[in-house]
């Protein structure tokens, strides 16, 4: 159906940056929104930033002013640009998007397969 692939991730040391990209393909009639989660060890997955067709953002607050997420909705592509990273952003970052499959039908949600992203100290 459906396929997120992410990449971008990697380990960096404390204030550098790193550039998280999640491409859509498949069988889509359109995607709503598109965000990306993280998940670190022994904690719940949480949304870090989303972001809608017509480009309207939401952030966690403890990313906010570090964090960017944009999207080419030509290439079904969402970024997150990270900088003044910090060993708490340590964790796996996944990729959800909202997607219509077939016209007047509801939307569905899918995930990426993780990336691991490690601040260093």
């Not at 550098?16 to 709503?32: E, P």
């Amino acid at each position: 159906q459906v396929q997120l692939v992410e990449s971008g991730g990697g380990l960096v040391q404390s204030g550098g940056s790193l550039r998280l990209s999640c491409a859509a393909s498949g069988s889509i009639f359109a995607i709503n929104a598109m965000g990306w989660y993280r998940q670190a060890p022994g904690k719940q997955r949480e949304l870090v930033a989303d972001i809608n067709r017509d480009g309207f953002t939401n952030y966690a607050d403890s990313v906010k002013g570090r964090f960017t997420i944009s999207r080419d909705n030509a290439k079904n592509t969402v970024y997150l640009q990270m900088n003044s990273l910090k060993p708490e952003d340590t964790a796996v970052y996944y990729c959800n998007a909202r997607v219509i499959l077939v016209k007047i039908t509801p939307q569905e949600s899918f995930w990426g397969q993780g990336t691991q992203v490690t601040v260093s100290s």
